[in-house]
């Protein structure tokens, strides 16, 4: 059996998959930041920020799948402060993507239907980009990394909107209001 780690994980989607490859009887741990601090009733996890190399490389090198949900989320939360959202979109998963191809690593990481900006029509995952926001440009800026760095070694999915409550920390916060008003509390 493959060990999955889960980036990421105490956050909406990754507190879902979380539960759904451990009931599956799927051998997956959680390693997140916890950025905002939540009391995380449920699950265990691995305690660290992915701009953290070092510490990252020592969970990374003992796993076989990597799923990529780390990310400040949405142009609200990105644009109060963009130095941090740089710092973890951007730094974060280039870390992660090195580490990856240093460790022959299968990744799969989260982007979003962001980079499409305003875009009609039908689109598919060969559509250039043309994010027209500040998030968007961090996700396709993650995306022409992992393209770079892992060659064929690599799965990225783009999500669109996703919203509700974190089961990993009975966050009771809607994820769409906190980027509407850009801030946790």
Do not use: W
């Amino acid at each position: 059996m493959k060990k999955i780690l889960l980036i990421g994980g105490l956050g909406f989607v990754g507190s879902v998959l979380y539960e759904h490859l451990f009931h599956e009887r799927q051998d997956v741990e959680i390693l997140d930041n916890n950025l905002y601090n939540l009391p995380t009733k449920k699950y265990p996890y691995f305690k660290v920020d992915i701009r953290d190399k070092k510490k990252l490389e020592e969970i990374i090198q003992n796993f076989d799948v990597i799923i990529n949900l780390a990310a400040i989320v949405g142009n609200p939360a990105c644009s109060v402060n963009q130095k941090l959202a740089m710092e973890i979109n951007c730094v974060g998963t280039k870390n992660i993507a090195d580490l990856c191809k240093k460790h022959k690593k299968f990744l799969i990481h989260a982007s979003t239907c962001s980079i499409y900006g305003n875009k009609r029509g039908i689109l598919t995952e060969r559509e250039g980009g043309f994010p027209v926001d500040f998030y968007g440009q961090t996700k396709f800026l993650q995306e022409n990394m992992i393209r770079k760095f892992m060659i064929n070694k690599y799965c990225i999915l783009r999500f669109g909107t996703v919203y509700g409550n974190s089961r990993a920390t009975n966050q009771k916060m809607s994820f769409l209001c906190r980027d509407h008003t850009g801030r946790g509390d």
